[in-house]
C-alpha cells in the first residue's frame, strides 16, 4: 500500500504512484516501503554546484532524476515514434549507495546505476523502465566541487557545472550544430557524450554526458545507445527539472500508534497556560542559584532551526507571529553575531529571568570551533562579530567572566531531516565534547517533526507522541548524539507558515525550555560556587 504523502517528501518530480511503482522496481524494493526525501531541486535551489554539495555531500544513498516533460508524447523509443492521448514525463537518472563529496574524486560503487523511462502524468501504476547496470568496476560516481552529480568514467551521466550552460547552445566543433556543455571538439567517429542532449546533427545522437570524446571503455552498459537523444526530447529549455532524492526506508512499524509513548504530555488548554506561566516565571534565585538569569546556548547547523526557535518563544510571549531572530532559506548563515534574546512575561510586563543564545550555524566551510570556547566561558558580548578573528581584543572581551556571564545550558538542534547525516551529528559531537569538558549536558532539540511524519503529525500535533516513525528517531538520535538517552531529545515545531501562534506548538515549545532550565539548574548545583559558596569566578574544570 502507497502513501505518496509519508513515502515522498519535498520533490516536485515524484509526483504521481506511477513513478513510485517505477522507482521501487528499479531499486528492487518492496512496494510501499521506499521513502524518497528531496536534498536537492534545480527548482528551488537552482543549477549552483555549491548548493548541490552542501545539501547532497555525506547524506548516504541517493537517487539523481532529470525530467523532461513534453505537452504530447515526442519521444521515440528506438526508431519507433510513440505518439499518447496524454502528457508524458521522460525521466532519466542515477543510483548512487555511496555518498557524494567534494574531493574531486572517482569513487567505486558497485550496486550504482543508471535508468530511464516514460510516465504518463499522474500515472496510477508503474511503467517497465530501462536499467543500465555497471560494465566495469571502478570509477562509478564522480564527486567534484564545481559539478553536480557524474556517474561513470567517461561522464556516462553528467549533469550540470558551475559554468552557467546547463541549457546553453555552445560549438563543440566541427560542422555539426551546436550541444550542450563546454566547447570541446569531439571529433573522430566516437559518438560524442553530451549533457541534456541539445541536438548536434549527423548521423550520431548525443549521450548524456559531457561534450568529450569517450572513446574506451564506459563504466555503465549503455550498449553504444545514448542515455539521452536529441530527437527524444522537446528543445523548450525551461521544461528540465533535476533533484536528489535521499533512499531511504519506510520503518514498517511506522504509523499512529494508539497509545502515546509519552504519558506526562497534557494538551489540555488549562496545563498549556500552566506549563507557559511555570517556565516564565522562572527564577534561580528563588532556587537559590548564584545567577540572576539562566543562559541556553543554542547549537547546530545553517537551516536547523536554531533562530526560528527563538521567533517561536517570541511569538508566543507576544501573542503574534515574531520575526525577532532573522532566519530563513539559502546556502550560508542568517546568525552572523552572538545574539542574547530576552523575552517579556505577557503577564507581569517584566523581563524573564532567562536568556537563549543564538550564534552562527555551521556550514561546509565556515565554522570556527575555536569561537565556542569564548562563548560556552562567557567572554564574548552580545552581538558579537563571529566573521572575525576572536581574541582577547575583541571589543567587549570579557577576560574574567563570573559563573552569570558563562552557558548554563546546551541545546544541539537537529532538523529530522539531518538526524542520520554522518557529517552533521559528527559536528553534533563535536560540540557536545566541548560542553561535557564544561560539566554542561546538553539536550538536544528535533525540529520540522510535522513534516518528518506528515501522515500521523501533519496538522495535528497533539498526535506528536503517537508517531512510532518519531519514536524510533528519537531512539536513534539519542544514541547517536550521546545524551542522556530518549528522555534528552524534546521534539518541537516552529512556527513557519502560520499566521498566528498555536498552542499546540507552544506546549512542545514549553516543554523544551522547561527541560532547558532543570538541566541549567542541575550544572549549577554542581557548580565550584555552590559547592562552596566563598570561593566565586572558579574555573569550570
Known amino acids: 500500500m502507497h502513501s505518496m504523502k509519508r513515502q515522498v517528501v519535498g520533490s516536485h518530480l515524484v509526483d504521481s504512484i506511477g513513478k513510485l511503482e517505477t522507482l521501487e522496481q528499479l531499486l528492487s524494493v518492496p512496494r510501499g516501503s521506499l521513502q524518497l526525501t528531496a536534498l536537492f531541486t534545480s527548482q528551488d535551489k537552482g543549477w549552483n554546484p555549491a548548493a548541490f554539495h552542501s545539501s547532497c555531500d555525506n547524506k548516504g544513498p541517493t537517487l539523481t532524476l532529470v525530467q523532461c516533460s513534453a505537452p504530447e508524447s515526442a519521444f521515440i523509443k528506438g526508431n519507433i515514434r510513440q505518439r499518447s492521448r496524454q502528457p508524458i514525463d521522460r525521466l532519466y537518472g542515477g543510483y548512487a549507495a555511496v555518498s557524494w563529496n567534494s574531493s574531486n574524486q572517482f569513487q567505486q560503487d558497485a ?41 561513470g568514467n567517461k561522464h556516462d551521466f553528467f549533469t550540470f557545472d558551475g559554468t552557467g550552460d546547463i541549457l546553453s547552445e555552445k560549438s563543440h566543433g566541427g560542422t555539426n550544430t551546436p550541444a550542450f556543455g563546454s566547447s570541446m571538439p569531439h571529433g573522430g567517429t566516437n559518438t560524442p557524450l553530451f549533457g541534456f542532449g541539445m541536438p548536434h546533427g549527423g548521423t550520431n545522437p548525443p549521450a548524456f554526458g559531457s561534450n568529450m570524446s569517450h572513446g574506451g571503455t564506459n563504466s555503465f552498459a549503455l550498449g553504444g545507445q545514448p542515455l539521452i537523444c536529441a530527437a527524444h526530447i522537446p528543445k523548450t529549455q525551461d521544461r528540465w527539472r533535476l533533484e536528489v532524492l535521499r533512499v531511504g526506508s519506510v520503518d514498517p512499524a511506522a504509523g499512529d500508534l494508539e497509545a502515546a509513548w509519552q504519558k506526562s504530555v497534557s494538551w489540555s488548554p488549562e496545563d498549556g497556560k500552566r506549563l507557559q506561566d511555570k517556565v516564565l516565571s522562572f527564577d534561580p534565585r528563588a532556587k537559590r542559584l548564584p545567577v540572576d538569569n539562566i ?22 510571549c507576544e501573542g503574534r ?46 565554522y570556527k570551533q575555536g569561537e565556542l570556547n569564548y562563548i560556552l566561558d562567557g567572554n564574548l558580548p552580545d552581538g558579537c562579530d563571529l566573521d572575525r578573528p576572536i581574541s582577547a581584543q575583541t571589543p567587549g572581551f570579557k577576560a574574567q567572566p563570573s559563573l552569570g556571564d558563562r552557558v548554563h545550558c546546551v541545546i544541539l538542534v537537529v532538523p529530522c531531516d539531518s538526524a542520520t547525516d554522518e557529517c552533521y551529528m559528527k559536528r553534533l559531537g563535536e560540540m557536545r565534547q566541548f560542553a561535557r569538558a564544561r560539566d554542561l549536558m546538553p539536550l538536544v532539540l528535533l525540529t520540522k517533526i510535522d513534516s518528518y511524519d506528515p501522515d500521523v503529525i501533519g496538522e495535528d500535533l497533539t498526535k506528536t507522541f503517537h508517531s512510532a516513525r518519531l519514536l524510533h528517531l528519537m531512539e ?24 498566528e501562534p498555536t498552542a499546540e506548538a507552544g506546549i512542545l515549545v514549553f516543554r523544551a525550555l522547561q527541560e532547558a532550565l532543570y538541566a541549567a539548574i542541575d550544572h549549577l548545583r554542581r557548580s565550584p560556587e555552590m559547592i562552596n559558596p566563598n570561593q566565586k569566578d572558579a574555573e569550570i574544570c
Open 111 to 151: 550496486q550504482a546505476f543508471l535508468f530511464r523511462f516514460d510516465c504518463p502524468q499522474n500515472a496510477k501504476k508503474s511503467v517497465v523502465p530501462e536499467k543500465f547496470a555497471r560494465t566495469n568496476m571502478g570509477n562509478e560516481i564522480f564527486g567534484h566541487s564545481s559539478m553536480g552529480p557524474v556517474f
Open 295 to 316: 543562559n541556553i546556548l543554542l547549537c547546530g547547523g545553517v537551516g536547523a532551526g536554531k533562530s526560528s526557535f527563538v521567533s517561536t518563544i517570541d511569538s508566543l
Open 321 to 366: 507571529i515574531s520575526r525577532l531572530a532573522p532566519h530563513g532559506t539559502g546556502t550560508g548563515s542568517l546568525t552572523r553575531s552572538l545574539r542574547k534574546y530576552t523575552f517579556t512575561d505577557p503577564e507581569t510586563d517584566q523581563l524573564v529571568h532567562w536568556k537563549l543564545w543564538d550564534s552562527m550555524g555551521w556550514g561546509v566551510n565556515d
Open 476 to 499: 536513534e538520535v539519542a544514541d547517536i548524539s550521546g545524551v542522556g538517552g530518549r528522555k534528552d531529545v524534546l521534539p518541537i515545531k516552529n512556527f513557519c507558515d502560520e499566521s
